[in-house]
């Protein structure tokens, strides 16, 4: 990831094992809305790595509270995310590389007993590709709505060269269906936004390259 030198690295899902906590305490600040991250915003970040210490320092604190208040989010969802979408949730993807992303929507006839032309249903895929350290991550997403994506802001001061994962969100859609959006802030600016029903992460480990061998000479 090229970034500017004072740049502070930040992890990508800042909460690993769920806190004790107040249930029913709900984020003060964060705004509900699946246009946008609602706890690590762009805005913020920018700010988190600003050369000015002051602000940095300010987004800093800032950045803290945007965690609790995640841990507290993901708390207050509790058995309503799936194991499939714990373990994303888990994750820590930070400055995985996304190596590539494919999306396929196709369409799929039904079991109907005694129809004659049963009715089509089309399906959706998403899968994202990423390189970290020794693996190759694949992120299988069953989709309810296409994929959006959301150019990098106007004043974005870090290279487009590359394409890593900064940080990503998990949240349910306001009107507590079982459907999911899963937020993600890339180095290049970008804000990706998958809206899925389950998922599924595949792991593959990069095998090291031997040296070729020499032939034998007599």
Same mark, same amino acid.
């Given at each position: 990831? +090229?970034? +500017?030198?004072?740049? +502070?690295?930040?992890?990508?899902?800042?909460?690993?094992d769920?806190?004790?906590?107040?249930?029913?305490?709900?984020?003060?600040?964060?705004?509900?809305s699946?246009?946008?991250?609602?706890?690590?915003?762009?805005?913020?970040?920018?700010?988190f790595?600003?050369s000015?210490?002051?602000?940095?320092?300010?987004?800093?604190?800032?950045?803290?509270?945007?965690?609790?208040?995640?841990?507290?989010?993901?708390?207050?969802?509790?058995?309503?995310?799936?194991?499939?979408?714990?373990?994303?949730?888990?994750?820590?993807?930070?400055?995985?590389?996304?190596?590539?992303?494919?999306?396929e929507?196709?369409?799929?006839?039904?079991?109907?007993?005694?129809a004659?032309?049963?009715?089509?249903?089309?399906?959706?895929?998403?899968?994202?590709?990423?390189? +970290?350290?020794?693996?190759?991550?694949?992120?299988?997403?069953?989709?309810?709505?296409?994929?959006?994506?959301?150019?990098?802001?106007?004043?974005?001061?870090?290279?487009?060269?590359?394409?890593?994962?900064?940080?990503d969100?998990?949240?349910?859609?306001?009107?507590?269906?079982?459907?999911?959006?899963?937020?993600?802030?890339?180095?290049?600016?970008?804000?990706?936004?998958?809206?899925?029903?389950?998922?599924?992460?595949?792991?593959v480990?990069?095998?090291?390259?031997?040296?070729?061998?020499?032939?034998?000479?007599?």
């Amino acid at each position: 990831m +090229q970034v +500017q030198d004072h740049t +502070q690295y930040l992890i990508s899902n800042p909460i690993r094992d769920h806190p004790t906590g107040i249930l029913s305490m709900k984020p003060g600040t964060a705004k509900r809305s699946s246009q946008g991250m609602r706890f690590f915003t762009p805005d913020l970040y920018l700010q988190f790595n600003s050369s000015d210490e002051e602000e940095a320092d300010e987004a800093s604190e800032t950045w803290e509270n945007a965690i609790a208040e995640y841990h507290r989010h993901l708390i207050e969802l509790g058995d309503r995310l799936p194991s499939s979408v714990q373990k994303l949730s888990e994750l820590n993807l930070h400055d995985a590389e996304l190596i590539g992303r494919h999306e396929e929507t196709s369409p799929s006839i039904p079991i109907v007993p005694d129809a004659a032309w049963p009715p089509f249903i089309w399906s959706s895929v998403c899968i994202l590709s990423l390189r +970290q350290e020794r693996e190759i991550l694949s992120l299988i997403y069953i989709l309810w709505d296409r994929v959006r994506e959301e150019p990098a802001l106007a004043d974005w001061p870090f290279s487009p060269k590359g394409k890593h994962w900064l940080y990503d969100e998990i949240d349910l859609v306001e009107d507590g269906r079982p459907l999911f959006w899963h937020r993600i802030l890339f180095s290049d600016g970008t804000l990706l936004r998958v809206p899925f029903v389950s998922a599924i992460v595949y792991r593959v480990p990069l095998l090291e390259q031997r040296p070729a061998l020499k032939a034998k000479t007599r």
